[in-house]
């Protein structure tokens, strides 16, 4: 696989809208070993398309990539990605 050049994600903590409920943020600082994954994947939805592009993104990854647009990069060489789904976006041409 190719891969996508340039790629931007955060921790799911991050990248989640956590259903829209101030408890869930507070759980995500809990030790992951007090969740079972399939909770934790429930909890702290991430929301990408099929490719691994995130629907939405935290303020600052969304900085970082408008600078890249702005000095020459094509939506072609970067993405913010899912943390879930990177094995879709990671390959051979990944810096």
Same mark, same amino acid.
């Given at each position: 696989?190719?891969?996508?050049? %340039?790629?931007?994600? !955060?921790? %799911? ?6 259903? $829209? ?9 809990? #030790?992951?070993?007090?969740? #079972? =994954?399939?909770? !934790?994947? /429930? ?7 099929? @490719?691994?592009?995130?629907?939405? &993104? ?6 970082? =990539? &408008?600078?890249?647009? =702005?000095? +020459?990069?094509? /939506?072609?060489?970067? %993405? %913010? &990605?899912? #943390? /879930? @789904?990177?094995?879709?976006?990671? +390959?051979? $041409?990944? @810096?």
């Amino acid at each position: 696989m190719r891969g996508i050049p %340039i790629v931007l994600t !955060a921790d %799911i903590a991050l990248m989640s809208d956590y259903n $829209d409920s101030s408890v869930f943020r507070f759980m995500s600082a809990l #030790p992951y070993n007090y969740m #079972p =994954e399939w909770l !934790a994947d /429930r909890l702290f939805p991430t929301k990408s398309d099929d @490719k691994g592009r995130m629907l939405t &993104a935290q303020y600052g990854l969304c900085k970082v =990539e &408008a600078s890249l647009l =702005e000095n +020459g990069f094509t /939506r072609d060489d970067l %993405i %913010i &990605a899912d #943390p /879930r @789904k990177l094995d879709k976006v990671i +390959g051979r $041409d990944t @810096k």
